[in-house]
């Protein structure tokens, strides 16, 4: 077995065991933490394909700024501790979009040829990144001022009305 090939598999189960922690976590907390281990770990994939500009982003973007919005929402919104259950009467149907999901990964394992060729040269960086803050910065501005405005409505609506 190749070094990267045991790499990958360490890096795969931490990604996926990040995944089931993030669904099975009780804490809210807990689970954004193991949605960042998740997130890091896909990172780590993307290093191990060559494609340091998506690890990059991945760990900006996902990694640190989508975990600090998300721990900031619940910070600010959160009115104490849910005592109720957490089962729905969704779980079965939950249940059988999980395992088509799971047939129809494991159909497209069985189908392709593994491994993929992949040209591991880069190819229009430059491109990517001039195209990025010239054509694509002002949507990219717009889309983070209406996520902050998404997060104020958030904090308006969950707080508590004043009695005056």
Excluded: H
């Excluded at 931490?14 to 009780?26: E, F, H, I, P």
């Excluded at 689970?31 to 993307?46: E, H, K, N, P, R």
């Excluded at 993929?116 to 694509?136: C, H, I, M, Y």
Aim: negative net charge; without cysteine; charged residues 10%.
């Amino acid at each position: 077995m190749s070094p990267l090939l045991a790499i990958y598999i360490v890096v795969s189960v931490m990604a996926v065991a990040g995944g089931l922690g993030t669904v099975l976590a009780r804490n809210v907390v807990y689970a954004s933490l193991f949605l960042l281990l998740s997130l890091l770990s896909v990172a780590g994939i993307y290093v191990l394909l060559f494609s340091p500009f998506l690890a990059l982003v991945q760990v900006l973007i996902y990694g640190g700024a989508i975990i600090i919005v998300v721990l900031f929402a619940l910070m600010l919104t959160r009115q104490g501790d849910e005592t109720g259950s957490l089962d729905s009467p969704q779980k079965p149907l939950a249940a059988v979009a999980g395992l088509a999901a799971l047939g129809v990964l494991i159909a497209t394992i069985v189908v392709n040829k593994w491994p993929p060729s992949v040209d591991p040269e880069p190819v229009g960086f430059e491109k990517l990144g001039a195209t990025l803050f010239t054509q694509w910065a002002v949507p990219f501005e717009i889309a983070s001022v209406l996520l902050l405005v998404a997060l104020i409505g958030a904090i308006v609506i969950a707080r508590p009305e004043d009695s005056q």
